[in-house]
């Protein structure tokens, strides 16, 4: 069984470094070697201000819960983005925003995507989905999430290079981090220090996932949030993903002291 350290106390470093890159490094390309990585929560800024009040800056923050967002370096082709949208709800000659596929996914895991011309790439799932809807757990790699797999889609089409994404919960805005920590085939540990704050505590796996003994998600769509409440902080909890060959994984929102 692989031990899992408790949430990182050390602090997050810059923005524009952290994102899934740190995961990746962190965790490996297998998950869940040994030392989890927390990312930075923020607020993506370009929705604040002149655009707050406008349709689109409303309607993502009423509806958008898990997300996460992108500057590209050039501007996008909406003309050669438009085709990857399934809907598009609200459309100007500078922005769409609609719902778009993940690629080998059904339908209901879809992801609502705005594009702006000027670059910014975003796309997130309602705030009624937990946040671990986002893991891909597919690819079995906490290094690629959904919503980065269709924005790397967008950024490629629209004309431009794709690079680290920075991620936000509408529903906890006092959140500061996120930790995500799988593993493949084997069981591990993960321990919640009791000074740290907690929002979300949610998982995902491609069968089912066993916490402390009890069994998550027997049927599709093997993903849900689970209560704070059962998961005591300061206690080593077990993970277990299932038989060989299953995956699971979990995310956690929190603010750090």
Do not use: C
Request: aromatic residues 12%; without cysteine.
């Amino acid at each position: 069984m692989k031990r899992i350290k408790s949430l990182p106390t050390w602090p997050i470093l810059a923005l524009g470094i952290l994102a899934l890159g740190l995961i990746g490094a962190a965790v490996g390309g297998q998950l869940g070697h040994d030392v989890p990585a927390a990312v930075a929560l923020e607020r993506p800024a370009f929705l604040d201000g002149a655009t707050q009040t406008d349709l689109v800056g409303e309607k993502i923050q009423d509806e958008a819960g898990i997300t996460a967002y992108y500057k590209a370096p050039n501007q996008l082709n909406l003309e050669l983005i438009r085709p990857l949208f399934n809907s598009v709800e609200l459309e100007s000659a500078d922005y769409i925003l609609g719902s778009i596929s993940v690629p080998s996914y059904e339908e209901h895991y879809d992801t609502h995507v705005f594009v702006r011309r000027d670059g910014w790439i975003m796309a997130y799932y309602l705030a009624s989905a937990p946040s671990s809807k986002m893991i891909d757990t597919t690819a079995r790699n906490l290094d690629n999430s959904k919503l980065k797999t269709v924005m790397n889609n967008v950024a490629v089409t629209g004309g431009a290079p794709f690079g680290a994404v920075t991620y936000y919960n509408f529903n906890y805005p006092n959140a500061t981090h996120m930790l995500l920590v799988g593993e493949y085939s084997e069981p591990f540990e993960i321990t919640m220090p009791s000074n740290y704050s907690y929002y979300e505590l949610s998982g995902a796996g491609n069968t089912g996932v066993r916490i402390d003994g009890q069994y998550y998600w027997s049927s599709s769509p093997y993903y849900g949030p689970i209560q704070l409440t059962s998961f005591l902080p300061d206690v080593v909890h077990i993970v277990d993903p299932g038989s060989y060959g299953s995956y699971g994984a979990l995310v956690v929102l929190y603010r750090m002291p």
